[in-house]
């Protein structure tokens, strides 16, 4: 499969604990996006990196969350401390360049804090 | 602050009639757009990419951007009833902050009726 992957595709956590979302982009992509979709509410833009570089996070929380892509291994989205209010779908998409170009997406992880 | 904006619907339309969604956009900067098609629960897939002013098809769908009028559309000719879903007009602003993400509006339920 030479699509986006995102695993887990389903996470459940407590407040207060830690959530790790990971994705992979698709082969010969090296730009990756991170998206939130809160429920009834559009899809809204997080942060976007290139391997072991963040070149725009002005979507992101300033606290609690956080995003790497490393050399090795796929881009991972990081919620500490996770509330009620972080329950959402989380995508991933991956483009071949960046900005303009055409972003595919991954199946997306449902985090639900309990 | 940059806006896509769609109506949210539902817009019903017949099975083989022709479905017209629409979007509007604030940044007259955008460089790119981009319909997307979200089925309930699952994440968005790409239909159709545009760039420049005027129409472009494939297959069943064209897509129409008309940047002096900040407006793209989707038509959808020959509609199925597999074509139910939510529509997601998505456009990269040219500047500022999430310029390298996709700025979406919160998408158009389309309905075909049998």
């Known amino acids: 499969n030479a699509g986006v992957m995102q695993n887990p595709r389903h996470l459940v956590r407590r407040r207060g604990q830690e959530a790790r979302l990971r994705c992979s982009p698709m082969k010969g992509h090296s730009h990756v996006y991170w998206y939130r979709q809160l429920p009834e509410e559009g899809l809204k833009f997080m942060v976007y990196l290139q391997k072991e570089n963040i070149i725009d996070e002005s979507g992101m929380p300033k606290e609690r969350f956080s995003a790497e892509f490393p050399k090795e291994g796929p881009s991972i989205l990081r919620i500490q401390q996770v509330v009620r209010g972080d329950s959402a779908a989380y995508f991933c998409?991956?483009?071949?360049?960046?900005?303009?170009?055409?972003?595919?997406f991954g199946p997306g992880t449902r985090l639900t804090v309990l | 602050q940059k806006e896509v904006e769609q109506n949210s619907g539902p817009l019903s339309v017949p099975e083989g009639a022709i479905a017209s969604l629409n979007c509007t956009y604030s940044?007259?900067?955008?460089?790119?757009f981009f319909w997307y098609r979200q089925y309930s629960g699952k994440s968005p897939e790409l239909i159709m990419s545009?760039?420049?002013?005027g129409d472009k098809e494939d297959g069943r769908f064209t897509a129409q951007l008309n940047k002096a009028s900040q407006y793209v559309s989707l038509l959808i000719r020959d509609s199925q009833p597999s074509d139910s879903a939510t529509y997601l007009c998505a456009v990269n602003m040219g500047s500022g902050g999430g310029a390298d993400g996709l700025t979406f509006g919160k998408g158009t339920h389309l309905i075909i009726q049998p």
């Open positions: 998409a991956s483009s071949f360049q960046g900005r303009a170009d055409t972003q595919y």
């Open positions: 545009i760039y420049s002013n």
């Open positions: 940044d007259r900067g955008s460089q790119s």
